[in-house]
């Protein structure tokens, strides 16, 4: 990656929309990203990733990898590019018209933009949580079912009965259902909905979770439960958090990166990252400088 100024007042905005920074970012230097990108046991690996909405880019020649059953944390200040290269991974950016996605990435060395490749298979096997729980309109156990009946994983009603049980407990929420699954999903608490949409995703057995800001629109307490939840299924699942708390991303996560105006500019170590960034502009963010 070439040597660049970034500027507040004339770098282009990410897809979410520039937002004024701080004066500390002017004039300092991003060259090669530094940190460890890159990991010899890799289950997702992006190269060079360059987006673009239209004519504005977003995101600018990211490389990073995420290993195996490994909780990788993205950071940064809003607008910043996290959900937008988050959003890569499994392709959602293909529902935004104007989005045009460049470089490599790979799952399990398998291109995941190449031309055959079709979307609904993809997305089984990343699943994703959104910022806000988004359960259908349907009961609990409808919720849960839905994905393996579609994707043609179980048809019969004792293999639905037991994903449906498997899902609900590795997403810690099955004690707290199970005499009320033919109930709407709708009408849990906003932390149990979150964890459904968890159950639902890892119904279909997926092998990576994306979560945008899955905590965002919880309580403490839902996001405690979230969290804890999170280290749990790293045992199953290799996992790719954006979050905007630093705090959370320090608790959850084996890595961090830290994305500034839609360039990846350091990942390593969480415990690296928060107690000796590499970098002036991680070092400010995490200070409290901007962002």
Not at 60 to 88: Q, W, Y
Not at 97 to 106: N, Q
Not at 201 to 227: G, H, Q
Not at 244 to 260: D, E, G, N
Request: hydrophobic share 35%; proline share 5%.
């Amino acid at each position: 990656m070439n040597t660049m100024i970034l500027d507040a007042g004339n770098a282009a905005p990410a897809a979410t929309g520039q937002v004024e920074q701080d004066t500390v970012e002017t004039n300092i230097k991003v060259s090669e990203t530094v940190g460890q990108p890159l990991c010899k046991d890799a289950k997702l690996s992006m190269r060079n990733v360059n987006v673009f909405y239209g004519e504005t880019q977003a995101i600018h020649d990211v490389s990073l990898d995420i290993g195996r059953n490994e909780v990788v944390a993205m950071i940064g200040p809003s607008g910043c590019g996290k959900s937008t290269f988050l959003r890569c991974i499994n392709r959602m950016n293909d529902t935004i018209e104007s989005c045009r996605v460049e470089g490599d990435l790979t799952l399990d060395g398998e291109p995941i933009y190449g031309p055959k490749v079709d979307v609904v298979p993809l997305r089984a096997r990343v699943g994703m949580v959104f910022q806000k729980p988004n359960p259908f309109p349907k009961t609990i156990y409808e919720n849960v079912a839905y994905g393996p009946k579609i994707h043609g994983i179980a048809s019969r009603r004792a293999e639905l009965d037991e994903i449906v049980e498997n899902s609900l407990r590795r997403a810690g929420l099955w004690d707290e259902v199970k005499d009320r699954l033919d109930k709407p999903g709708t009408g849990l608490s906003g932390g149990q909905q979150q964890r459904l949409c968890i159950a639902r995703a890892i119904a279909v057995s997926p092998e990576v979770i994306l979560m945008d800001e899955p905590c965002s629109a919880l309580d403490p307490i839902a996001t405690a439960r979230i969290e804890e939840l999170i280290d749990e299924l790293r045992k199953n699942y290799t996992i790719a958090i954006v979050t905007h708390s630093m705090q959370q991303a320090a608790r959850v996560s084996q890595r961090t990166a830290y994305f500034h105006l839609g360039h990846l500019v350091e990942v390593n170590d969480t415990e690296t990252v928060f107690t000796n960034p590499q970098h002036e502009l991680t070092e400010a963010y995490i200070t409290g400088r901007f962002g």
